[in-house]
């Protein structure tokens, strides 16, 4: 059975198969969240929660269509890769209104994905709230965290988080789940300064590259703990 959510908020992770979907899905649960993982596939979604129910020894998470997961929810999460951003999105558009929705989509340009691209909407985080409209509250956050370090369930995440908004509160929603699934939540300003937090992700992989590690991630110096 799945938690009582806490504090009365269920949260969806619309592409919540991928990695790091299921990273923070789990991670999240494990706090007490009600969390939904879905698909565009049911079948995929309900196999993918019960896989990750196992590992995590609980039965925790459910599985759901992206719309029901979006209907269902109080907070939408959006972990899908950018080719399948706008799709997702309008396919949910009826089912987010009135919610916040977080925003963890980067605007890859397979194959050079350790180059910054610029989507006509300037970011995928501006493009979700032109396509929502002012009935959801678009949050940009989590562009820059690794999803290998979000699997290692038991250990906080060396790494820090953007959180753009246009809304104070929506952001101070979204810091208390940054800080949930293990790590510091930055207030970032406005929704427009989501083009410099998702163009890091392209530096981030060509630094894993580069260095020859997994997870390379930031942090915000000068700050109090």
Request: net charge negative; with cysteine; glycine share 10%.
């Amino acid at each position: 059975m799945a938690n009582s959510a806490v504090n009365g908020r269920t949260l969806a992770i619309l592409g919540g198969t991928g990695k790091e979907g299921a990273g923070l899905a789990m991670r999240w649960a494990l706090q007490g969240y009600d969390v939904i993982i879905g698909s565009r596939a049911l079948d995929k979604a309900t196999t993918r929660a019960d896989e990750m129910n196992d590992e995590m020894g609980q039965d925790l998470l459910r599985g759901m269509s992206n719309s029901d997961a979006a209907a269902a929810a109080d907070i939408v999460i959006l972990s899908v890769p950018y080719a399948a951003h706008e799709a997702t999105l309008n396919s949910v558009r009826s089912a987010c209104q009135g919610k916040i929705v977080v925003d963890l989509t980067v605007p890859l340009q397979p194959p050079e994905i350790m180059a910054v691209n610029l989507p006509a909407g300037r970011s995928a985080a501006l493009e979700a709230q032109a396509l929502l409209g002012d009935g959801a509250t678009v949050v940009a956050a989590f562009q820059n965290v690794s999803a290998v370090k979000l699997k290692q369930l038991d250990k906080p995440v060396d790494c820090d988080v953007l959180v753009c908004a246009d809304q104070n509160d929506a952001k101070g929603e979204v810091i208390k789940l940054v800080e949930a699934a293990g790590m510091r939540g930055i207030d970032a300003g406005v929704l427009k300064n989501a083009v410099a937090a998702e163009a890091l992700t392209p530096v981030l992989l060509h630094i894993n590259r580069s260095y020859r590690v997994q997870g390379a991630g930031i942090r915000i110096t000068g700050l109090d703990s």
